[in-house]
């Protein structure tokens, strides 16, 4: 006679009820994931910011760039002459690289006023000028930042504090004191 039933064994997904081992097992398998995961996205974003900042570079150098290739022109420093003709009252500019007049204007109020230059060759001469021209430049200058107060000290205008005490005055042809230490 022929059988009517036949057991064989499968294996089926069936929920199954947790030891409290298994449970703290999984809670630890979690934590470290939770802790995984949160590491890997702070790589991440670390990556991420770098990357940016590699990109904002890019983006400053295309920038940088783009506006020499599209006009053709960059501003460099250049060697330049400048002329100044006091007859005409005029400063003109001419590059030294190609010759081009760059600029031609009346000249400001400060260029109006020639330089006096001296040079000493070692000439006695032309020594003394220097030193005598020397001489007043500073002699003027002392007198227009410092004044005599009444007892004989040279006095700072601005602080108003003593530079140097008991100056000796000299006395005129009126027979009054100077108050100038330096005439």
């Known amino acids: 006679m022929a059988q009517k039933t036949q057991k064989i064994r499968v294996t089926k997904p069936m ?7 298994e449970v703290l097992k999984y809670g630890r398998d979690a934590a470290r994931a939770v802790a995984d995961r949160t590491r890997i996205e702070a790589e991440f974003d670390s990556v991420k910011a770098d990357y940016k900042s590699k990109i904002g570079e890019q983006t400053a150098i295309i920038g940088k ?9 960059e501003t460099r420093d250049v060697e ?48 003394k000028v220097l030193k005598f021209m020397g001489d007043i430049a500073i002699k003027r200058a002392a007198e227009s930042v410092v004044q005599l107060a009444g007892d004989g ?13 008991g100056v000796e005055t000299e006395e005129d042809d009126t027979g009054d004191t100077s108050s100038n230490p330096f005439a």
């Open 15 to 21: 929920p199954v009820k947790l030891t409290d081992a």
């Open 65 to 73: 760039l783009s506006p020499r290739i599209h006009s053709g022109i």
């Open 80 to 127: 330049c002459e400048e002329v100044r003709n006091w007859t005409k009252g005029t400063a003109t500019v001419t590059r030294m690289d190609t010759g081009e007049v760059v600029e031609s204007r009346p000249m400001r109020e400060d260029e109006k006023q020639m330089e006096v230059t001296f040079e000493n060759d070692g000439d006695e001469a032309t020594g």
């Open 153 to 165: 000290d040279v006095v700072d205008p601005v602080a108003g504090e003593p530079l140097v005490q």
